[in-house]
């Protein structure tokens, strides 16, 4: 096969303007969603406070978005359209503290060279619209008279008409509509204040009013995001004082988790924004208490001062640069931990049921079954419920319970757990505490207890394995890292860069447990090691830690390498499967879940209780129907 001689080089010469437009097309014009993000921006930024988005064929065919907006003026308009103008920036001082949506100034000229583009504009201190309409390569915009009320509508036709291999790229209808809806749900989950409208083919999918209340803006989200979202949602909202960070939104609970990460949105000063940085924050908070696999679903809001924030490093502008990356980091991660540490079965349960239900009553026992049923029964390995246990004992029977069968961790477990002295704990309601009073053992792997509003059930070994988790962290936290010298040091080869920031924190990882010392410009020895990873592979854990701080200026990677072998002592620690407790055991358990942060999942994310209301109870059996 005869290879193609390589063509001579040609002068120099400038690009013509339809060309650098068409070429600044590649990078702002992907798909119809990409116009209709650089569209919606343009009308947020003019202030509007109503959206109508109109498209047809997924908005190849036409993509028409209509706001009520400043608007451009006539002397405006055709310049609107020519590259690099814009009135969001007039000087460099300008460009470090952005707080527009949109700024480059390439958005309409870039759309206008692959398209039929339309825009009709009136101000409100300008009698008559005006519109200027661009096809194509000819560049060429013509001014007219228009009827138009206040505000702005931009038409845009036949995506691609005059470009037909980048036609070719694009998806299916029914993929690029997908790709234009979540451009929508972003920026309506933006801006709560701005009402929007989608229709599609003649077909209204989203109508969304502004959303200023509490209430409002859960109902956008349940519309957005389905119902789902906000029943599992948690309220965020954390300010540091000192370094002008505010972080509110929603985060859901980590049993609502997902298979992909679909439902993740992280505005930074109003601007949706994807970050390794932030990922890696989130990743961290759901650590212990996400399976395996799963995503978190999250609608975050990061407000800062803009001057901290450098939002002109993509063309796309879905990427940020944050100045202090690991304060950012570290704050949005204790945060998001505090948030769901501080969720116990009594607020997942007040949640759930805002109001309180009346106390359920119950039916009269069968007087074919007798009364006289031995308190044994209870720890059997099988359900047995007699008639007696309708009523939810008193907590001066869980005491005398408690002082009869002892502890509820016998001294051949590993697990080191208090008794449970006090009566009730400090959330009780109306007697019962939240997750109830133990009834049974099913099966020695399930507790049943009833609670104030039904039944819940307990997988004591997931649950038990939560307590003697946290309990070792606490005692570990409280002991600092001990470290134990090597025998023989560890040498550890890096480049001159990795050892000058070894050298600068030093101290981070003494704290750690590590003693390292710098031999050379590119040579790192191991000293001292944590005493719970004298078995690790230590160099590649050092290595690990310096990638971290060189990426996000901080790291947790020794935590959480502890954090996993405390994971598997407690594992082992905590009551097996077909072990048999007794009522004061199980009632033990209960208590000690109540005070413990993150008790709603064990250490693999698995969740450890299930409630059932009467209400859900009586639908099983049809009751009331």
Known sequence: MMQKEPSQ???????????????????????????????????????????????????????????????????????????????????????????????????????SSVSRLTLTSRPRHQDQAWSVTAEGRDMEPEMAPAAHPHGSTVEVRDLFFNTPARRKFLRTEKTEFNHLEEVVRRLALSRFDVSFSLTHNARTLYQLRPAISELERERRLSQLLGQPFIEHALVVDMQAEASGLRLYGWITQPTHSRSQADQQYFFVNGRIIKDKVVSHAVRQAYQDVLYNGRHPAFVLYLELDPALVDVNVHPTKHEVRFRESRLVHDFIYRSLHRVIAQMTPASVLEQAAPVAPMPYQAEPASSGVSAAVPEQQFSQNRFYLPPQATSVPSATAVQRQI???????????????????????????????????????????????????????????????????????????????????????????????????????????????????????????????????????????????????????????IENHINELLGTMACHGAVRANRHLTLAEMNALLRDMERTERSGQCNHGRPTWVPLSMNELDKLFLRGQ
């Open 9 to 111: 080089p040609s002068s120099i010469h400038l690009l013509t303007p339809q060309l650098a437009n068409q070429i600044a097309a590649g990078e702002v014009v992907e798909r119809p969603a990409s116009v209709v993000k650089e569209l919606l921006e343009n009308s947020l930024d003019a202030g509007a406070k109503s959206v109508a988005l109109e498209v047809e064929q997924g908005g190849v065919r036409l993509i028409r978005l209509r706001d009520d907006g400043s608007g451009v003026s006539k002397e405006d308009l055709p310049l609107a359209l020519s590259r690099h103008a814009t009135s969001k920036i007039t000087v460099l001082e300008d460009l470090e503290a952005v707080m527009s949506l949109g700024f480059r100034g390439e958005a309409l000229a870039s759309i």
């Open 403 to 557: 002082a009869q069968y002892g502890q509820l961790y016998p001294s051949d477990s590993n697990a080191v757990v208090d008794s449970v002295n006090e009566a009730m704990p400090a959330d009780a309601v109306d007697g019962t505490p939240p997750l109830g009073f133990a009834l049974a053992q099913l099966h020695g792997v399930y507790i049943l207890s009833q609670s104030a509003t039904g039944m819940i059930l307990v997988d004591m070994h997931a649950a038990h394995e939560r307590i003697v988790y946290e309990r070792m962290k606490q005692a570990l936290t409280d002991e600092r890292l001990r470290s134990q010298p090597l025998l023989v040091p560890v040498s550890l080869s890096v480049s001159r860069r990795e050892a000058d920031l070894a050298e600068e924190q030093l101290d981070l990882f003494a704290r750690l447990g590590f003693g390292l010392q710098r031999l050379s410009d590119e040579t790192l020895v191991i000293r001292e090691v944590p005493v719970y990873l004298a078995k690790a592979d230590v160099q590649q854990l050092v290595r690990d830690v310096l990638a971290d701080l060189f990426e996000l200026g901080g790291s947790r990677r």
